[in-house]
C-alpha cells in the first residue's frame, strides 16, 4: 500500500501564493506519475498539474503561467508552486500518484486526503 500526505494549503487573499507538497511512502517500486487535482464545490474533480518520471510536466489551461509542479530531491514527493491565486482557485486540492509496488510488482492509483486552498477577493 502507498500513503500520500499532503500539505500547505490554507486561506490566502487574491494575487498571493501557496506552496502544497504531497510526499508519498510505503511499498513503492517506481514513482510513474504524480499529480494535483482539484475539486470546488458543485464541481467535478479536475486535473490541475502533472509530472512523470522523466520529469514532463502538464498543466490545465487555467493555471499556465500561475501554478509550477516539481519532484523533490527524495523522487517520491511533488510539490505545487501556485502564483498569482484567483478566487476561482478555491477547492480541495487533492495529491494523486500512479505507483508501481514492491510486490505485487503492478501498477495501482493512489489518492491523498486532501488539502483546502481558499483565495479571497
Known amino acids: 500500500q502507498v500513503q500520500l500526505v499532503e500539505s500547505g494549503g490554507g486561506l490566502v487573499q487574491a494575487g498571493g501564493s501557496l506552496r502544497l507538497s504531497c510526499a508519498a511512502s510505503?511499498?513503492?517500486?517506481?514513482?510513474?506519475?504524480m499529480s494535483w487535482y482539484r475539486q470546488a464545490p458543485g464541481n467535478q474533480r479536475e486535473l490541475v498539474a502533472m509530472?512523470?518520471?522523466?520529469?514532463?510536466?502538464n498543466y490545465v489551461d487555467s493555471v499556465k503561467g500561475r501554478f509550477t509542479i516539481s519532484r523533490g530531491n527524495a523522487k517520491n514527493t511533488v510539490y505545487l508552486q501556485m502564483n498569482s491565486l484567483k478566487p476561482e482557485d478555491t477547492a480541495v486540492y487533492y495529491c494523486n500518484t500512479k505507483a508501481v509496488l514492491e510486490w505485487p510488482n503492478a501498477e495501482y492509483e493512489y489518492w491523498g486526503q486532501g488539502t483546502q486552498v481558499t483565495v479571497s477577493s
Open positions: 509530472i512523470t518520471s522523466g520529469g514532463s510536466a
Open positions: 510505503g511499498n513503492i517500486f517506481r514513482i510513474n506519475r
